[in-house]
């Protein structure tokens, strides 16, 4: 069997199937963050004050549209347009201003980039 095929065969069984679909990790990040956004809504009828919609977000949104982001790190421009929708959506229901956090593609070269410094630390203490 030819190398490459195996390889191919090994990946497309660790995509995650809906219904005998495979979806990839993006869109299951995005199907995940929609059902988180309509837990926001209800908890928007609370009336919390914005300093608290920040707090829900930076806690329950935000890391859902980051999981395993130094892994997938190299988004296509569809799945970039597709995470900031998400972001904006729960931005919206939460009434806060795009401008209130970090952009998520800022935060993904954020944590690359404390990923990268880690490494070279490691490596420079071992030798």
Known sequence: MDTSMEIF???KTFMPRVHGVE????????????????????????HFSSS????????????????GCIFWCALSPRSSRQLKAVRQKALTICHLPPS?????????????????LSLLEDSVLQH
Do not use: W
């Open 9 to 11: 065969n090994m990946t």
């Open 23 to 46: 979806i990839s990790h993006i869109d299951n990040l995005i199907s995940r963050s929609s059902v988180k956004r309509s837990v926001l809504c209800h908890v928007r009828s609370y």
């Open 52 to 67: 608290c919609f920040l707090e829900v977000y930076l806690s329950f949104i935000r890391p859902a549209l980051e999981y």
């Open 100 to 116: 209130s956090v970090f952009p998520l593609s800022q935060r993904r070269q954020s944590i690359l980039l404390e990923l990268f």
